[in-house]
């Protein structure tokens, strides 16, 4: 088996480089499942109605989100029905939408980080509730965790090592170069990195930001253009244990 994990998708440049990436990496490998990180999807903050069945129509199974999921107000109500978009798992009760779904006979989760991001129930516990708690859990478990420190993204790492199939890290829109099959059968990496504009910072415009540092002074972001680069992990996976086999890094560039 074969899971696609696309990082942070940073507004139409991102967009548009799935739509022309994803289709033939499906086609190349033979991907069973795709998951993609779109809390940026909307204008580079947010995620949409219309920038989810964007990525629905190209190949993306399901959306992971991050902080950013309620940027877009639009996309409130819609969590709640049955749209394949989920928001971290350890945001306080009562809120809308669900932290993991099940299809194709894997459980798909998302976390969200507290080292720098906010104030958030504990995700390790959180995941800990929920390991216990799914009836007739799949074997293949796949987990986003959207976190900003490095040292609590290799904690949960270790934390969920033989637990899930796969630990992937969001958010930080920069990929990193540990990917490793751990100890006890998990796939890991930091960041996955990002879907966008290549001559940007994190995706958004490069003197936007500039500005931001210099002044210190309110001030609109906006995504970059040009040319897109295009961040995800594949791993392969034994789906008789659930365990991972190997993740690979794959880099592409959009036209």
């Known amino acids: 088996m074969l899971v696609l994990?696309?990082?942070?998708?940073?507004?139409?440049?991102?967009r548009s480089a799935v739509q022309e990436l994803l289709p033939g990496l499906c086609y190349e490998y033979g991907i069973d499942l795709v998951i993609a990180n779109g809390e940026n999807s909307a204008g580079g903050l947010g995620i949409t109605l219309n920038t989810a069945y964007e990525l629905f129509d190209c190949g993306v199974n399901v959306i992971t989100t991050g902080n950013h999921v309620?940027?877009?107000r639009e996309i409130i109500p819609h969590l709640n029905e049955d749209l394949s978009v989920i928001r971290p798992l350890n945001f306080p009760p009562g809120v809308p939408g669900r932290g993991y779904l099940i299809t194709k006979n894997i459980l798909v989760v998302n976390l969200?980080?507290?080292?720098?991001?906010?104030?958030y129930d504990c995700p390790f516990r959180a995941m800990d509730s929920l390991l216990e708690q799914v009836k007739d859990k799949p074997r293949v478990i796949i987990v986003d965790f959207h976190a900003e420190a490095t040292s609590e993204m290799v904690a949960m790492g270790r934390y969920l090592d033989g637990r899930v199939t796969a630990l992937l890290g969001t958010h930080t829109h920069i990929g990193t170069v540990d990917a490793c099959i751990l100890p006890g059968g998990t796939a890991y990496v930091t960041d996955v990195g990002m879907v966008g504009p290549k001559d940007s910072i994190i995706g958004d415009d490069i003197e936007?930001?500039?500005?931001?540092?210099?002044?210190?002074?309110?001030?609109r972001l906006s995504v970059g253009k040009g040319k897109a680069i295009f961040n995800a992990m594949l791993v392969k996976i034994d789906k008789g244990s659930g365990k991972a086999i190997s993740i690979q890094r794959i880099y592409r560039e959009g036209e």
Do not use: N, Y
């Open 208 to 219: 936007s930001v500039l500005h931001s540092f210099l002044t210190k002074m309110p001030h």
């Open 112 to 119: 969200i980080g507290r080292v720098f991001m906010g104030e």
């Open 70 to 72: 309620w940027a877009k």
């Open 5 to 14: 994990m696309i990082g942070d998708i940073v507004g139409k440049p991102g």
